[in-house]
């Protein structure tokens, strides 16, 4: 069995004598391609040890994804129909609760360093989710503000998983923690991107979603600095909303003409470079595997 299959089985393991059927199964079918386990493992030994902590990080992922899909009235999720569009947004807040809970209790079985590393990423996810709502709606060109949201939302729990892995393997805590919140910080660049450039079937979620969502991710703040004022109150007038056939020609136009999609993708490749630098001196081929795998995916 793989490593893999082990830490599904240990979070569907963690549910079995819960009350609600649906919890039972929300370990394994739903982990999706738990590239934070794969994370850990390419860092630390695999026992028992690490795959708890894969399985906590899953769930707390897991769960996170769960409530968020509530906040942005999400539909799909891993191309599958996400759980508050087949179960109601009571139960996904329950269920994201009960993961998140589950998570916390196991967490405290591995040791108070730990503990206190990956509770901190607990606290940058929801500040993360604060930004992302209270910004929703609004276009602004503050890279900055976008890559503290960034930071808080995905690069923060990549950070702890591979800085609690480091601790597990007894190797270079700081390198590996630099190398994770490098590689979130590309990871969730390249996801920004994707969202523009791909189609609905390969995302397993909406094309143009996050725009319409409201969200003003990377490309579109390159795309906002580019334009003259009255095409910034065109994007202004776009945001937020669906859009039909004409606008969104008009929006994926110019984030191609503009170059902003070019200039977003340089930018997650110098995340790339800097998680690179940051494990120099270790020799790890599947750290630097990982990096490719995650830029490189779908252009
Ligand atoms: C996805 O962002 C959202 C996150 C990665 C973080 C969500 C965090 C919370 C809801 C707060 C923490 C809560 C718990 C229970 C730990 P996105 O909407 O940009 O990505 P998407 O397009 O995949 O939905
Ligand atoms: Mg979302």
């Known amino acids: 069995m793989s490593a893999l299959e082990d830490i599904r089985d240990i ?29 850990i493992l390419a860092i630390a030994p695999e026992n028992e040890q690490t795959k708890r902590l894969c399985a906590v990080i899953e769930l707390i992922q897991n769960a996170s994804l769960l409530h968020d899909d509530v906040i942005d009235e999400a539909s799909m999720r891993r191309g599958q129909p996400s759980l508050n569009a087949t179960a109601g947004a009571r139960n996904a807040i329950m269920m994201g609760d009960l993961l998140y809970a589950k998570a916390f209790y196991e967490l405290t079985r591995l040791g108070d360093e730990i503990a206190r590393i990956v509770s901190e990423a607990v606290v940058h996810l929801s500040n993360g989710e604060v930004a992302d709502v209270c910004y929703a709606g609004k276009l602004y060109d503050n890279e900055l503000h976008y890559l503290q949201v960034v930071y808080d939302k995905t690069a923060s729990l990549l950070r702890a998983s591979s800085h609690a892995a480091a601790i597990l393997a007894g190797l270079d805590t700081q390198a590996l923690a630099s190398y994770g919140e490098n590689l979130g910080m590309a990871f969730q660049i390249v996801d920004d991107v994707l969202d523009i450039m791909q189609d609905s079937t390969k995302l397993g979620k909406n094309a143009l979603h996050d725009f319409k969502e409201g969200k003003c991710t990377l490309p579109y703040i390159y795309l906002f ?6 095409q910034k109150q065109v994007l202004q007038s776009l945001i937020g909303r669906d859009l039909d056939a004409g606008e969104q020609q008009w929006l994926l136009d110019n984030l191609r003409d503009s170059g902003a999609i070019e200039q977003a993708i340089a ?12 494990i120099q001196h270790i020799q790890n081929a599947k750290l630097k595997e990982i990096v490719a795998q995650m830029i490189e995916r779908e252009f």
């Open 267 to 278: 930018k997650a490749r110098e995340y790339g470079d800097f998680a690179l630098q940051s």
């Open 225 to 230: 600095q580019k334009l003259d004022s009255a």
């Open 11 to 39: 979070m569907q393991g963690w549910f079995e004598d819960c009350a609600c059927e649906s919890a039972k199964q929300l370990g394994a079918p739903h982990s999706g391609k738990m590239l934070r386990s794969k994370l």
